[in-house]
């Protein structure tokens, strides 16, 4: 076929994702999305081919959250739509703009028992804002932009958008769209409604603001000590299934309980916040809310009944720079600086902690080592994906960007946030720390690290077990009734190393900083393999 007058369906696909300034499609291929793969040759998008449906999902989800730009994942259809559904979740619960492409069977074999015919749209309604098939190859134009446009409006998430073979192969002649028809649509926060939450909170002897999973990206993050600043009233960014005992937050249960006011600022009052329910949240203690979303507004009223005062329908970023613009200097210091105290608090133990057990690291024997390296970079990025050892890394590390397995609370995702992340900043140190059940998941993806060239230092805490469950078991069960969370102490290293990349084994703490500048220094997707006492993640209390 002459290149040179292609315009199917497919063709006017990929100069729409390149008129809204997409680069890069995280993908698997398969028989339906074959078209694409061939219209996107030489168009100037990157398309990097995972080992998994649901790895696309994720890597496009991290790619998201750490550029501001939407992230494209792109699989075949049927069992490849399949695997990529259950990664849509942790994106939905992170808030993150991903769009997902899948390919389908064609509409003019709609019901006739086509190849991997299956009611897609259908299955991703429960974990995205949007899923629907597209009806033809003049549609597409139109709803690429519209999923697009979705997934950044209002409280970002993800979108479906199912793609026939027959509306990807056909000619399209809908006219091409202009860079506007990308852009989100704004739910701005008026200024009356600004300033007299800005004056409550003002009045209030302990105010606090929280904010939900999609202010914690770096931008966001920023936002969110901008209006700490200009009000002096603590803001809280909150983005783990631990909710307000996330050990990054420190001992900050303890103050939110003697909070007299609290904001909402795309916050949702869930399990994270104890749904709002005494002792985590006084039964005293005034709300207001401003979120997206009617339903949540709703929801926090039946939770919270005549305690929920103002609310209004405005996203969380317009929010934010309203009430910045909003702050007046009569604000609690004393207060925030309690409240800043509490979350930066650690306990001084952990800087003398040892494992009791030979051959084994605690993990802050396992972590503190790394923050070197995440300290050497203005952009460096810190992944944490577990369930006890991600809570350690949480506690223990900080850099400029972190991405974690979010609120969903699944596990796995860590090796696919690590090459996006490696996509997102080429230069900068890039360090992902899981557990060993976490890696399992999708190993294979050291692979891909390899086939693109994209190097980055992943420490996995070996205990060798499910840890989490088996703290679980232990806690709720008994020792004598221990089952199932058994791993092998397994060469994680020596996979890595088979797959091309550079692997160690370490076993003493005082082996760990130079196995980070080793790892580092090979340039290739490392794997430092460390073998660790399995303990429960801490619980942190002044």
């Not at 897609?120 to 098939?133: G, H, L, S, Y």
């Not at 202009?178 to 300033?195: G, H, I, K, Y």
């Not at 221990?482 to 190393?497: H, I, N, S, T």
């Amino acid at each position: 076929m002459n290149t040179a007058s292609r315009n199917r369906g497919c063709d006017a696909l990929i100069q729409s994702l390149k008129t809204a300034g997409v680069r890069r499609i995280f993908t698997l291929s398969g028989n339906h999305i074959m078209p694409i793969y061939d219209a996107a040759f030489n168009s100037g998008i990157e398309l990097i081919h995972t080992r998994h449906e649901a790895s696309a999902v994720h890597m496009a989800d991290a790619y998201a959250r750490i550029t501001g730009e939407v992230g494209v994942a792109l699989v075949t259809g049927g069992p490849g739509h399949g695997n990529a559904v259950s990664a849509l979740y942790t994106a939905q619960m992170a808030e993150s703009p991903v769009v997902l492409l899948s390919g389908h069977a064609p509409n003019n074999q709609h019901g006739l028992g086509a190849f991997q015919e299956m009611r897609q749209a259908e299955m991703a309604v429960p974990v995205t804002k949007a899923a629907w098939t597209c009806a033809g190859p003049d549609q597409l134009a139109g709803d690429i932009a519209r999923a697009i446009r979705i997934a950044r409006s209002g409280r970002p998430g993800p979108v479906n958008l199912n793609l026939p073979t027959d509306a990807l192969d056909d000619l399209a002649e809908a006219p091409a769209l202009v860079a506007d028809a990308f852009e989100p649509e704004t739910m701005a926060l008026d200024w009356a409604t600004a300033s007299d939450l800005m004056q409550r909170l003002s009045q209030a002897k302990r105010p606090m603001i929280l904010a939900g999973p999609a202010c914690m990206t770096r931008p966001g993050r920023a936002m969110l000590a901008a209006l700490e600043a200009a009000s002096g009233v603590p803001v809280i960014g909150m983005e783990s299934p631990r909710g307000i005992a996330d050990a990054s937050l420190g001992a900050f249960a303890q103050m939110l309980a003697q909070a007299d006011c609290v904001l909402l600022v795309g916050k949702r009052v869930d399990f994270t916040l104890k749904f709002g329910k005494a002792p985590a949240l006084s039964a005293q203690t005034i709300v207001h809310q401003v979120d997206a979303e009617p339903a949540e507004i709703e929801r926090t009223r039946n939770a919270l009944g005549a305690r929920l005062h103002v609310t209004a329908l405005a996203d969380a970023f317009s929010s934010l720079s309203a009430l910045t613009q909003a702050a007046s200097s009569g604000a609690p210091y004393a207060w925030l600086a309690d409240v800043r105290g509490a979350v930066a608090y650690r306990p001084p133990e952990w800087d003398s902690v040892t494992s009791e057990l030979t051959g084994k690291l605690h993990p802050v024997q396992m972590l503190r080592p790394l923050q070197a390296l995440l300290d050497s970079h203005p952009e460096s990025v810190l992944v944490c994906d577990g369930g006890e050892i991600g809570q350690w890394a949480m506690a223990c590390l900080n850099a400029p960007h972190r991405v974690n397995n979010g609120v969903a609370g699944s596990i796995g995702s860590g090796l696919a946030y690590a090459l996006a992340a490696r996509c997102a900043q080429p230069q900068a140190p890039v360090v992902a720390v899981m557990g060993d059940g976490t890696v399992g998941f999708h190993i294979a993806e050291y692979d891909t690290a390899m086939r693109y060239g994209l190097p980055f230092v992943s420490v996995v805490g070996n205990d060798a077990r499910w840890n989490a469950e088996y703290q679980i078991q232990l806690r709720d069960y008994g020792a004598d009734r221990l089952v199932g969370c058994e791993l092998r102490p397994m060469r994680y290293d020596a996979v890595v190393q088979a797959f091309g990349g550079h692997g160690e084994l370490v076993t003493e703490p005082q082996a760990m900083a130079s196995a980070v500048q080793r790892a580092q220094a090979s340039g290739l997707p490392a794997c430092l393999n460390v073998m660790i006492e399995g303990v429960p993640a801490p619980q942190i209390k002044y």
